[in-house]
């Protein structure tokens, strides 16, 4: 009898490891889902949502996602849960919104959605009302979801490439799955399916999300694998370093992703095929815009980013060899000078260097001629940028977007 | 209505060098630390732009940084029989304000006081005899050198300190400073490139025997990454350092070294523009209980905490102590009393000006503490048996600026104005380069620090009233450096040589110095000391007062090195002695 009893207690104990295991299991796919990043409001309690997303559709509020049963989603059965992430459907037949990325999560598999409801399942519940999406319409009529599924969402399991290696595999899984990096970085349709060739880059809310192929410059062909790797973990490499929307991916999930993971994501961007689209211009050096940048660069930028634009390790970005810099879009580039950006902060790397906002400093052309400038020297080669482009820019920041 | 607040295990006033240290220590050691700072709120990228830093207008003439007066004023006099009065506007010295506090606006001299300064009495009464130093009030510090090697180390490589070793594990080094006391390992990083003015000066020091050594700098020769895994850049040495905030990241400061890594901990929290009013005491009057504040709106808290520590600049920890009557206040006529005792400056002057002909000396390639020194005639690096003084000061010859508005010298008997003077700034600014002792600065009976019985502040509290003179002692000194360098500086043959002395009667109006000691010191006799070795006041155990209130007499050498050292000496005792048993560490 005592020895049934005992049998008995060590399945239950062997059972409650499991679970145990499963939970940590689950919060690593939270991580590598950043789930947290977009339903946690700034300053809010985790998962209780209430972050607002600008989409060219209108601004769309992150739910709550945790067990509280009446604004949570505590009510929700393992099975709800499953269907939501994989098939964007709530419950009762509400179609989510691709902001919810579940043609990407479609791509995990039933076990690690499992141990993902696991681990939500622990989540503390908060009373927490997410007020109501403010999308334009007709988007805001989420019954025509129903039909942007069947055009665009294919319901599909991930399903390896047999000629490549694990790793690849892995890195493609995690890419295209959990990771969703295509959500920011591959080009999106004015209905928001994907438009151009994957991960070729994308511009949303106000930054412009890189190239991150295979691609030398503008993607990370340049790049080793241990670039990735330490870009990832750290949010700094020799060729950028991580800000906007990007710091927040850095902080909240690639830097808590484990090595291995981080290796394979790498491997497999970096065999990923660039954009096709044609190299860009270079600007020569006697142009009258370049020969304004370089004194505008001496005069405000050298003391950091340095006479060659080598910037300096986990402190002040490089400049030359940039991926960020040499997009076609200067986007990114622009905002980051005229409203001065922060450095993301990681474990690794703590610093959280800031870029101060130089708006007040120089105007529209100044800036445009600084920019081509730093676009276009130590063997950068991108074009120029526009009086136009600034103006728009300082514009749109003005507006508070 | 005053709200009280829940708990905290440690409650901070101020948050600069020691408070920043402090609190990076304690939370580590697992306590939830608070602190209350006065000031703002400050960061590089928001408060510190590279694109408007270098306003000399706006942070050196009109003082931005800096504490104003009307926030808080001081009185002074020169001695006891004498009226002190307020003043309009802080000259002598300039105090922080805000995050980072006056680490912000220093210009970066990371010095190790001698292992003798810490025994200073002992010392020199063993070498010279009794009488010698009878005119002095001097303590030893009940701590030595050697206790304190490894928090000096740890203070450098927080800062990243730029510098050459001249004493390694008592080997002593060529190049270095062959005077200072053994240290267990170099410099993080090598000292910065040498301008042209130090390279002459160096020179010169050589052919007359003495040892000139590159100076122990904050403002970084090459990019680092400190203990806490935070990044500084290499300095671009544009010279504007001393009254201005780093915009480069290359000068140590709170926020380029401990602040990265302490406002992200959750043990943590900074709460900005709060100003402590005072110390609350338990009934028993041995412990403290709590700290009122008052925040920018006008509302009053109570935050009560199990260890209270007192990090402001020097001067306005000893104020806080006799604003909530914490020890026995000093008095002058009996020389009994630890609170204000022993407040002691910095005896400038035996500075040496040359100008030459036909030199690019570029004073703008510069760096708060670049620049070539000499130690051969600071502390008792050299022998005074045959003088009348004791002391010393450290020389140093660099560029810490060449700013536009600050900096234009003229050869003696320009007019102060017009053309003439136009064309002589021209000519002499390439070509003028100039070295002063930083001067030790010794304590008596008559200097010493107390509460204003007339004048108060806008909280109705008596403003602090600094009663000091330099002592003859320290004239004495400071005259016999002129002499010294005058004789290194004619044998420079510049076409004019001029020098400068010391003279009685300390002027509160023109900048001197920020370096203002003592008022809270630590010793071993709580009959002579307001701190005991550990910086735990004598009377309240629960609290700590940091910063260099606690120098019993300020060296020949700018303090922030030693300030800082004493900060993680105190966080050491704190966490490894303090909690474990807390109460009084040293029995009386």
């Known amino acids: 009898m005592k020895s049934a009893l005992a049998a008995l207690m060590l399945v239950a104990l062997a059972g409650a490891a499991q679970a145990q295991n499963q939970v940590a299991a689950g919060r690593y796919q939270a991580i590598l889902a950043d789930c947290e990043g977009c339903h946690t409001a700034p300053g809010g309690k985790p998962f209780a949502g209430g972050l607002v997303l600008q989409t060219p559709f209108g601004n769309m509020a992150v739910p709550n996602i945790t067990q509280d049963r009446v604004t949570g989603i505590g009510t929700w059965s393992e099975t709800d849960f499953r269907r939501a992430v994989r098939e964007g459907i709530a419950p009762g037949g509400k179609r989510l919104y691709p902001g919810m990325p579940y043609p990407y999560y479609a791509r995990m598999s039933d076990a690690d959605v499992s141990s993902l409801w696991a681990y939500l399942e622990t989540v503390a519940p908060v009373r927490h009302a997410v007020q109501a999406d403010q999308l334009r319409f007709p988007f805001n009529i989420r019954s025509l979801m129903a039909a942007w599924n069947f055009l665009y969402f294919k319901q599909a399991d991930f399903k390896p490439t047999l000629d490549k290696s694990a790793e690849w595999n892995r890195g493609a899984y995690l890419v295209t799955g959990a990771g969703h990096c295509g959500a920011c970085h591959t080009a999106k349709s004015l209905l928001g399916a994907d438009r151009a060739a994957a991960l070729t880059g994308d511009s949303l809310q106000g930054w412009f999300a890189p190239e991150i192929t295979g691609a030398k410059s503008r993607g990370v062909g340049d790049w080793s694998v241990g670039d990735v790797v330490t870009y990832l973990k750290t949010g700094w490499s020799a060729h950028g370093v991580a800000s906007g929307p990007m ?58 980013h340095g006479w060659e634009g080598k910037g300096e390790k986990l402190i002040f970005p490089p400049l030359a060899g940039n991926a960020v810099l040499v997009q076609p879009s200067a986007e990114s580039l622009i905002r980051v000078v005229l409203a001065g950006a922060q450095a993301v902060a990681t474990k690794a790397a703590p610093t959280e260097p800031s870029m101060p906002s130089f708006a007040w400093k120089l105007n529209d052309r100044q800036l445009a001629d600084l920019l081509t400038y730093i676009r276009n020297s130590w063997g950068n080669q991108a074009g120029a940028v526009s009086e136009k482009d600034v103006a728009k820019t300082r514009a749109s920041l003005r507006g508070g977007t | 209505m005053t709200k009280l607040l829940p708990r905290k295990d440690v409650v901070i006033m101020g948050l600069g060098w020691t408070g920043a240290i402090m609190a990076q220590e304690l939370t580590d050691a697992g306590l939830d630390v608070v602190a209350i700072e006065r000031g703002p709120w400050r960061d590089t990228g928001t408060d510190f732009n590279i694109g408007y830093m270098q306003d000399e207008l706006r942070y050196s003439v009109r003082k931005e940084l800096f504490l104003s007066p009307v926030l808080e004023a001081m009185t002074m006099r020169n001695s006891t029989d004498q009226t002190a009065l307020p003043m309009r506007d802080y000259g002598s010295f300039l105090p922080g304000y805000g995050v980072g506090g006056a680490g912000v606006h220093w210009n970066g001299y990371v010095w190790r006081f001698f292992p003798t300064d810490f025994q200073l009495k002992t010392h020199l009464t063993q070498r010279y005899g009794a009488r010698r130093v009878s005119e002095l009030q001097l303590e030893d510090w009940g701590v030595s050198y050697d206790e304190l090697e490894h928090c000096f180390d740890q203070f450098e490589y927080l800062c990243g300190t730029s510098g050459k070793a001249g004493n390694l594990k008592g080997q002593t080094i060529d190049g270095g400073n062959v005077f200072e006391g053994p240290r267990s390992r170099e410099y993080p990083t090598p000292p910065l490139k040498m301008p042209y003015v130090s390279v002459l000066f160096a020179e010169a020091a050589k052919n007359m025997g003495l040892h000139p050594f590159p100076a122990p700098a904050a403002n970084l020769s090459q990019p680092y990454v400190n203990p806490l895994g935070v990044a500084m850049g290499q300095c671009s040495y544009c010279g504007f350092c001393e009254r201005f905030a780093c915009a480069n990241y290359s000068k140590a400061m709170p926020q380029t070294t401990v602040l990265p890594v302490l406002m992200k901990k959750r043990n943590f929290e900074a709460r900005t523009e709060c100003e402590v009013l005072k110390i609350n005491l338990h009934p028993d009057g041995k412990t403290a209980k709590s700290v009122t504040y008052v925040d920018r709106a006008g509302q009053e808290y109570e935050q009560p905490g199990d260890i209270i520590l007192l990090c402001g600049y020097g001067l306005m920890n000893v104020r806080m102590m006799l604003l909530s009557g914490i020890g026995k206040p000093y008095d002058p006529a009996t020389g009994t009393g630890t609170v204000g005792r022993n407040y002691c400056y910095q005896t400038q002057g035996g500075g040496v000006r040359l100008i030459f002909e036909g030199k690019h000396f570029n004073p703008f390639i510069a760096a708060g503490a670049l620049g070539s020194t000499i130690d051969d005639f600071n502390g008792d690096a050299f022998d005074h048996s045959n003088l009348d003084f004791v002391g010393g000061g450290g020389v140093s010859c660099g560029t810490s600026n060449g700013r536009p508005i600050g900096y234009h010298p003229t050869p003696e008997g320009t007019p102060r104005w017009g053309s003439k003077w136009k064309k002589a700034v021209a000519e002499t600014y390439q070509n003028t380069m100039a070295f002063g002792a930083q001067g030790s600065s010794y304590p008596v009976r008559g200097n010493y620090l107390d509460l204003d019985p007339t004048y108060k502040d806008r909280f109705g509290r008596p403003l602090l009233r600094v009663t000091f003179d330099f002592p003859d002692n320290d004239l004495r000194m400071s005259n016999y450096i002129s002499d010294q360098l005058a004789k290194l500086g004619r044998s420079m043959n510049p076409k004019e040589l001029t020098v400068s002395h010391a003279r009685k009667g300390w002027n509160s109006v023109p900048y001197q110095t920020t370096h203002n000691t003592g008022g809270a010191t630590m010793g071993a006799n709580p009959k002579t000391s307001a701190v005991n070795r550990y910086l735990q006041s004598w009377d309240v155990s629960n609290l700590f007062v940091l910063g260099a209130s606690a120098f019993q007499q300020n060296a020949g050498k700018n303090p922030t090195g030693t300030v800082g050292a004493l900060a993680y000496w105190t966080a050491e005792a704190i966490r490894d002695r303090y909690l474990k048993k807390p109460g009084a560490l040293v029995q009386t």
């Open chain 1, 247 to 304: 710091s927040d991916v850095v902080e909240r999930s690639t830097s808590e992703m484990n090595d291995g993971d981080l290796k394979a994501i790498a491997v497999y961007l970096k065999d990923q095929p660039a954009a096709k689209e044609p190299p860009l211009p270079s600007v020569a050096r006697d142009d009258p815009a370049m020969r304004t940048g370089a004194v505008l660069y001496q005069n405000n930028c050298v003391g950091c």
